[in-house]
C-alpha cells in the first residue's frame, strides 16, 4: 500500500501539511481531525485500515497544528473573553477552516472527496458541506456538534481539562495529555496509556504551540450556530457519537443528525471523546459502507 511522508502545499495564505495512504486512483476520503489534534490523531493503523478497502485517504494538520502554518502574530486570545462573548481578536472562524480544506481538495486536484471530521473536524466538516456541496460526496461527523450551545455543552471535569493551563515541557505535555483523556476518553473501552504517550510524545516533537490552540478554540467558540444551514446540507450524512463523550455531549450528534434530512445517527456503547481502537471495525465498516452506498449510486 502506498503512503506518502509529510508534503505541503500553500492554500491561501496558509501552508498545509499533509499524507496520503493508498492509491490515488481509489476514491477519496478526507480526514479532519480535531482541536488541538494533530493530523496523526488519526493513527497510521486506522488509515490502512480504510486504504485497504480501497480508499485513497487524505489526513492533514488543519492551520495553528503540527506542520502546517501557525498564526503567530495573531498572538494568543483571551479565551475567557470569547466565552463572554468578545470576539474582537478571534484570528479566524470555523468557515476559514472549511476553505483551508476545499483549497486541499483543489491543491490535490481533486473535485470532491468523501468527509470525515472529529470533534472541531466535524464542525470544520459541517461547515465544508454548506459551503461547497459540490466538494463532498459523503459527510461522516464524529463527536461533533452544530454550534447551538444548547446542545454539545461539556461537562464541568471535561471544561476543566480544556481550559488547565498549557504544559511548559515535554515531560508535562505528555502527562497532561494523559490526565486529559483519562477524563474525557472512552470509560467502557481500555485506557491505552502508552499509545496514547507515544503519540503525544511524537505530537509534542513535531510542533507545540499552545496559543495556536487557543486561537482554534477561540475559533470553535466564535463560530455561528450552523443548525439552520445544516437543513440545506443533502450529502449522504452519517453522525457517530460516543454515547459517554464528557467534552462534547451526545446531544450534540444527535442534533447534528436531527438537523440534517436523511443523516443516520450511530451512538457508540462506552465510548468517550476519543477513538478507541476496539471502535475501528465498526467505524471503518461505516464509513466504507456509506462509501460504497455513494459510489454505486
Known amino acids: 500500500m502506498e503512503h506518502t511522508g509529510v508534503q505541503t502545499t500553500r492554500v491561501g495564505d496558509v501552508e498545509l501539511a499533509y499524507e496520503t495512504f493508498g492509491s490515488p486512483e481509489d476514491t477519496p476520503l478526507l480526514l479532519v481531525m480535531g482541536?488541538?489534534?494533530?493530523?496523526?490523531?488519526?493513527?497510521?493503523?486506522?488509515?490502512?485500515?480504510?486504504?485497504?478497502?480501497?480508499?485513497?485517504?487524505?489526513?492533514?494538520?488543519?492551520?495553528?497544528?503540527?506542520?502546517?502554518t501557525h498564526l503567530d502574530a495573531a498572538g494568543a486570545p483571551d479565551v475567557l473573553a470569547v466565552m463572554g462573548g468578545d470576539h474582537s481578536r478571534v484570528a479566524y472562524r470555523l468557515p476559514d477552516m472549511a476553505e483551508d480544506t476545499a483549497g486541499l481538495l483543489d491543491a490535490l486536484g481533486l473535485g470532491s472527496a468523501h468527509v470525515v471530521g472529529a470533534s472541531m473536524g466535524g464542525m470544520i466538516a459541517q461547515a465544508l458541506a454548506i459551503a461547497h456541496p459540490e466538494k463532498v460526496r459523503s459527510l461522516t461527523s464524529i463527536m461533533s456538534t452544530t454550534g447551538d450551545p444548547a446542545v454539545g455543552a461539556p461537562a464541568e471535569a471535561a471544561l476543566g481539562v480544556l481550559l488547565a493551563p498549557p504544559a511548559t515541557d515535554r515531560e508535562s505535555a505528555v502527562q497532561r495529555a494523559v490526565d486529559t483523556y483519562r477524563v474525557i476518553g472512552s470509560p467502557g473501552f481500555e485506557f491505552d496509556e502508552s499509545g496514547l504517550r507515544e503519540r503525544a510524545g511524537l505530537s509534542f516533537d513535531r510542533a507545540y504551540n499552545p496559543a495556536g490552540v487557543a486561537r482554534q478554540l477561540a475559533a470553535i467558540l466564535a463560530s455561528p450556530d450552523r443548525t439552520a444551514d445544516l437543513a440545506r446540507v443533502a450529502v449522504p450524512t452519517l453522525v457517530v457519537h460516543g454515547a459517554q463523550d464528557a467534552l462534547v455531549n451526545v446531544s450534540g450528534g444527535r442534533a447534528t443528525a436531527a438537523a440534517i434530512p436523511g443523516a443516520e445517527l450511530v451512538v457508540v456503547e462506552g465510548m468517550g471523546h476519543d477513538l478507541p481502537r476496539e471502535v475501528w471495525p465498526q467505524l471503518v465498516d461505516r464509513i466504507t459502507g456509506l462509501v460504497d452506498r455513494v459510489e454505486r449510486a
Open 35 to 68: 482541536l488541538a489534534t494533530q493530523m496523526i490523531g488519526w493513527p497510521d493503523e486506522f488509515c490502512r485500515m480504510l486504504a485497504d478497502r480501497g480508499l485513497y485517504v487524505i489526513r492533514f494538520d488543519n492551520r495553528d497544528i503540527g506542520l502546517s
